[in-house]
């Protein structure tokens, strides 16, 4: 046991004066490759970095879930998992942090497992707002968190699948798949190249002697669910749909090359072109 699961031993003690059943961990991701492609069913190169989300659970009997991040204060979040499942209200135009734990236990649900009330808590040292997935590590912990303590064997591709529809249905941010991918497929050593089409992949070794990758704070926090990235989904959406126009064939702009964008130039507006 490391230090960092040590501490959140503790902390699970403390807080709930019982030990934990569970550990689970998923890590955060740099891209290398592909900025913006994944929801147009192109082709990103992610990996994994060193930071993780850890968390440690006990399931418990009845539907009542509760909930402590050490990364947002001392506050117990609480929801029941056999009533209406809810979003927590935003502030200064973020999204809750429980509501991506709440999330992925609706769409559990939603999938067809029954599921009852389990304790929680959760840290990470992904660095929040940078741009390095912190809210698709949580999403895949809770996921992978919830299919050991009830048995659902949940396979990679379904909690993919779980944990990005509850940042998109859920939560409201409409990523691509990458970084859910990431979480849960990235291999020591490898970048992941992702067809975000069809959600294939294939691992591309990095033994890059005397090479570091280097991740630069810019100091300006970036959350996906108060940032344009939505607006920009919509956007890339409507040239699609401009082109789909003109030829029949192109369902997302991965399908597109750059004759179809001038054929639709001043039919869309300047901005978006």
């Known amino acids: 046991m490391n230090n960092d699961t040590y501490l959140l031993r503790i902390a699970f003690g403390s807080t709930f004066s019982t030990k934990p059943n569970f550990l689970v961990t998923a890590p955060g991701r740099v891209n290398l490759i592909g900025e913006h492609t994944d929801y147009n069913d192109g ?6 970095i060193e930071q993780k989300t850890y968390m440690m659970a006990r399931p418990m ?3 009542l879930v509760r909930l402590k991040s050490i990364n947002f204060g001392d506050n117990i979040e609480e929801f029941q998992v056999n009533a209406k499942i809810e979003k927590g209200e935003k502030v200064e135009g973020k999204s809750a942090w429980a509501d991506y734990v709440k999330g992925v236990a609706l769409k559990i649900k ?7 009330g389990f304790w929680t808590i959760f840290r990470s040292d992904i660095p929040i707002g940078a741009g390095l997935s912190s809210s698709a590590a949580l999403e895949v912990s ?13 396979t990679p591709a379904e909690l993919v699948t779980i944990a990005h529809s509850a940042e998109n249905e859920f939560v409201g941010v409409k990523c691509g798949i990458m970084d859910q991918m990431t979480a849960v497929h990235a291999k ?6 992702i067809d975000c089409r069809d959600a294939s992949f294939e691992y591309i070794p990095m033994n890059l002697k005397d090479v570091s990758f280097v991740v630069v704070d810019t100091k300006v926090k970036r959350e996906l669910g108060s940032s344009v990235y939505n607006e920009r989904r919509e956007e890339c959406q409507k040239v699609v749909e401009a082109i789909s126009k003109v030829r029949s064939d192109v369902k997302a702009l991965r399908d597109a090359n750059l004759d179809d964008l001038k054929k639709i130039k001043g039919n869309i507006d300047e901005n978006i072109f």
């Open 43 to 48: 082709f990103v190169l992610p990996m994994a």
């Open 61 to 63: 009997y009845g539907d």
């Open 142 to 154: 809770s996921a992978a968190m919830i299919s050991a303590q009830f048995g659902l064997d949940l």
């Open 110 to 116: 939603e999938s067809g497992h029954d599921i009852n």
């Open 188 to 193: 020591e050593g490898n970048a992941l190249f």
